[in-house]
C-alpha cells in the first residue's frame, strides 16, 4: 500500500472534470469535495470510490477484503471518525488508514499520530465506511434488531436510548439532515420519503408530483436518521411500534418551511414521510397557480357573492388547499372577519383567524364550524366536507348569511353537486346555496431551458379535438420535453393548474334542483360558455406550457 498522500493530479485539474472525463454525471462545478459529490446523489458511492482512489493515486480497497480485520478505532473519538469519514484497521503489514477522501490531509495525519506509526493509506466508498463504522456502534450497542410481523421487537432492540439521542445529535446525522433539506429545497420537493428496506435506508422525494431516488444510505443507519427527524418534530424516540405525527420548522438560507412529519412502523424498521410547505406569499396569487381567462373571471365573480358555497374539488394532490388560500387572502381585508379550520394549516395569513382539528380532544370540522357560527364570521374556510353533518352546517351557514369556501374530493365540478347529494343534502338546498364549484387538477410544467417545437403534435391535437367536439385553438405552439440539468433530466419544472370553473346559475340551477345528474349539469353548463379541464389543458398545450402528452395523462 502506498504511504504518501499523492494530490500532484489535483495540479492540473478538479475533480469534477476529471469525474466528467470518465463519463460520470456531476452537476457540481469547479473545486468541489468529494463528499458534497456524494451527497449529491448524481454518482454512485462505488463508481465514485473508484474515481477518487484514480484520481489521487490511492489503492482502492475492497470493503470484503478490510471487513473481518481488527479495527484500531479505540481511544479515537467516534464522532471525529464519522464526521471525517476514516477508518484505520490492522492489516499483516501494518497499520491501514481507510478513507473517502484522500485530499484531508490533517484528518489522516492525526490518526496516523494517535496510531503512532506510518499507516499506509487506502480508499473506501463513503457508503462502506459508515456502515463500517456503524458496525462497531453495534457491536458496543445493541441498537439494531429485527420487528417481527405481529410488531414485537426482538430483545435488544434500542435498549440503550440515550445513545441512539448521542448518535441522532451527532454532527454526521445532523449534517445528513440538514443536507437533505437544502436538496429538497432547492429541487422543488414536496415530500421527503425516508424508507427503511431489508438491505439499505432509501432517499426519495417528490418532485413535480412524482417520486425520484435521490440516494441510498446504509441501513445501519437508519435508527439515526429516523430519530434525528422525530427529534426535530417533537416525537418520541423511544416509541418504535405505533404511527407517529409532528411537525417543525426549518429554515434554508433565506427560505422558511413548515414540515409536516408522518412516521409509520414496517418490517424493515420505520419510515418517515415529510411533506414540505414552503412559507411564499408569492404563491398566493392566481396568475402564478394558472387561473386564467374565462376560469378566472367566474371564480372571482363567486367570490364577490355576499353568502353561499363555493366548492373547490379534485383528487388528493391537485392544489386545492393553495387555491383556497389564494382565495382567501384575496378576500381579506379589516372589513371582513375570515375564520378558517383544516387539517393542517398549510398557509399561515395574517388576519385570518386559522383552526386546527384535533379529533383525539373532539375538535373536528363539524364542532368548529358550529362553534364559527357565534364569533360572527363573513367568510368561513373548511378545510374540507368530509361527512354530512360538516356539510350540513356548511349548507346552513351560507343560507344564513355567510359566505363559506370548502373542498370536495371529485373528479370533475359537475361530481361535486351529486357528492354533497350522496351526503344527504337535500337538492333544494343544494341549489339554494351552492354559488360554484371550481374543478382542478395539476399537471408538470414543461422546462423553459430544454423544450423543442413539437410539429408532429398538431395532428394529434387536432385528432383529440374532433374526438372530443371540442373547437382547437387557433394558433398552436406545441412543445415537447428534452431534459437538462435545470430539469434533472425530466424535462419539465414546476406545475400548473388545470381548471374548469362551474357558475350555479340560470339552467344549472334548475337542473340541481329537479335532478342533480352531473352529465346533464356538464351540457348545461358547456351550453352556458363553461369550459372544461381537458379544453383547458388543450389551451394551455398550444402556448407551449405543457405538453400534450401531460394533458392526456391527467385530464383524459
Not at 476514516?86 to 496510531?115: M, N
Not at 378566472?296 to 383556497?324: C, D, F, N, Q, Y
Request: hydrophobic letters at 45%.
Amino acid at each position: 500500500m502506498g504511504e504518501e498522500i499523492r494530490l500532484e493530479s489535483a495540479a492540473d485539474l478538479s475533480l469534477t472534470d476529471f469525474l466528467r472525463m470518465r463519463g460520470l454525471p456531476v452537476a457540481a462545478v469547479g473545486a468541489v469535495t468529494a463528499q458534497a459529490i456524494w451527497r449529491q446523489g448524481d454518482i454512485g458511492a462505488e463508481e465514485l470510490a473508484d474515481a477518487v482512489a484514480a484520481f489521487h493515486c490511492v489503492p482502492r480497497a475492497s470493503r470484503d477484503a478490510v471487513v473481518d480485520l481488527p479495527a484500531l478505532t479505540k481511544g479515537l473519538s467516534r464522532r471525529f471518525l464519522q464526521e471525517t469519514f476514516l477508518y484505520p484497521v490492522r492489516t499483516a503489514e501494518g497499520a491501514l488508514v481507510l478513507t473517502a477522501d484522500p485530499t484531508q490531509a490533517e484528518p489522516i495525519e492525526a490518526v496516523r499520530l494517535a496510531l503512532d506509526e506510518r499507516a499506509a493509506l487506502a480508499v473506501l466508498s463513503f457508503e462502506e465506511i459508515a456502515d463500517l463504522l456503524t458496525r462497531d456502534d453495534t457491536a458496543d450497542h445493541p441498537l439494531h434488531g429485527e420487528v417481527d410481523l405481529d410488531g414485537a421487537t426482538d430483545v435488544g432492540l434500542f435498549d440503550d436510548i440515550e445513545t441512539l439521542q448521542d448518535l441522532a445529535r451527532g454532527a454526521p446525522v445532523v449534517r445528513a439532515i440538514d443536507d437533505l433539506f437544502t436538496r429538497a429545497l432547492d429541487a422543488g420537493a414536496t415530500d421527503i420519503h425516508i424508507e427503511t428496506a431489508r438491505e439499505e435506508l432509501r432517499i426519495r422525494f417528490r418532485i413535480d408530483g412524482l417520486l425520484r431516488l435521490q440516494q441510498n444510505m446504509p441501513r445501519g443507519m437508519a435508527p439515526a436518521v429516523i430519530s434525528r427527524v422525530k427529534i426535530l418534530a417533537g416525537l418520541d424516540i423511544a416509541e418504535r411500534r405505533l404511527p407517529q405525527d409532528g411537525r417543525t420548522t426549518i429554515r434554508v438560507g433565506s427560505v422558511e418551511a413548515d414540515l409536516r412529519v408522518a412516521v409509520m412502523p414496517t418490517l424493515y424498521g420505520e419510515t418517515a414521510v415529510l411533506r414540505i410547505l414552503v412559507q411564499d406569499a408569492q404563491i398566493l396569487n392566481f396568475g402564478r397557480i394558472g387561473i386564467a381567462g374565462r376560469d378566472r373571471a367566474a371564480l372571482e365573480a363567486m367570490l364577490a357573492e355576499p353568502h353561499g358555497v363555493i366548492i373547490v374539488t379534485g383528487p388528493t394532490g391537485s392544489g386545492k388547499t393553495t387555491t383556497l388560500a389564494t382565495a382567501i387572502s384575496l378576500l381579506n381585508d379589516p372589513a371582513r372577519k375570515i375564520v378558517t379550520v383544516e387539517d393542517p394549516v398549510e398557509y399561515q395569513i395574517p388576519g385570518i383567524h386559522q383552526t386546527q382539528v384535533k379529533p383525539a380532544i373532539g375538535l373536528t370540522f363539524a364542532s368548529a364550524l358550529r362553534s364559527f357560527l357565534r364569533h360572527d364570521p363573513d367568510v368561513i374556510m373548511v378545510g374540507e366536507m368530509r361527512d354530512r353533518e360538516t356539510a350540513s352546517i356548511g349548507i346552513q351557514a351560507a343560507l344564513t348569511g355567510h359566505l363559506v369556501l370548502t373542498t370536495l374530493h371529485t373528479n370533475s365540478a359537475c361530481d361535486a353537486v351529486v357528492r354533497l347529494a350522496d351526503m344527504g343534502i337535500e337538492p333544494f338546498l343544494i341549489a339554494s346555496a351552492l354559488r360554484g364549484v371550481l374543478g382542478q387538477r395539476l399537471v408538470r410544467r414543461l422546462c423553459a431551458r430544454c423544450r423543442i417545437s413539437d410539429e408532429r403534435g398538431a395532428g394529434l391535437l387536432r385528432e383529440i379535438c374532433a374526438r372530443r367536439g371540442i373547437a382547437p385553438p387557433e394558433r398552436l405552439h406545441l412543445h415537447a420535453p428534452v431534459g437538462c440539468p435545470s430539469c434533472g433530466g425530466t424535462g419539465y419544472r414546476g406545475r400548473v393548474g388545470l381548471f374548469e370553473a362551474l357558475p350555479v346559475d340560470g339552467a344549472v340551477r334548475d337542473l340541481v334542483r329537479r335532478e342533480p345528474d352531473p352529465m346533464r349539469i356538464l351540457e348545461a353548463a358547456r351550453a352556458g360558455g363553461m369550459t372544461t379541464m381537458l379544453e383547458d389543458g388543450i389551451g394551455k398545450a398550444a402556448e407551449g406550457l405543457i405538453s400534450l402528452e401531460e394533458v392526456m395523462r391527467v385530464a383524459a
